[in-house]
């Protein structure tokens, strides 16, 4: 199992333009099959703050998903991002809590 987990920071008067533009990208990512989870979320608390959760059953499946788009498929303009803190984790392990 691969976890893909941080945050992005937007600037906050852009936040809301940038989840609209990368909407499409959950949807796509949440219909193929290997895909458990997929969320680019606004966070409660700072406004400048783009939460990110993905759950994949293993690399195979997350690459085939990150080299199937083309250029066509994004946006002409994205926010800038200003800072990223987003990494892979590799789970050994599942239990309830």
């Not at 759950?55 to 991002?81: C, K």
Request: proline letters at 5%; hydrophobic letters at 45%; glycine letters at 4%.
């Amino acid at each position: 199992m691969i976890i893909i987990a941080g945050h992005l920071r937007i600037a906050a008067s852009e936040r809301e333009e940038y989840l609209t533009a990368v909407s499409g990208v959950a949807v796509l990512a949440r219909r193929l099959p290997g895909c458990h989870d997929f969320v680019q979320s606004a966070d409660p608390i700072d406004s400048e703050r783009i939460n990110i959760f993905e759950r994949w059953d293993n690399d195979e499946v997350l690459m085939a998903f990150r080299s199937s788009g083309s250029d066509n498929d994004e946006p002409a303009t994205l926010p800038a991002v200003l800072s990223a803190d987003v990494a892979k984790y590799r789970i050994s392990a599942v239990e309830s809590p």
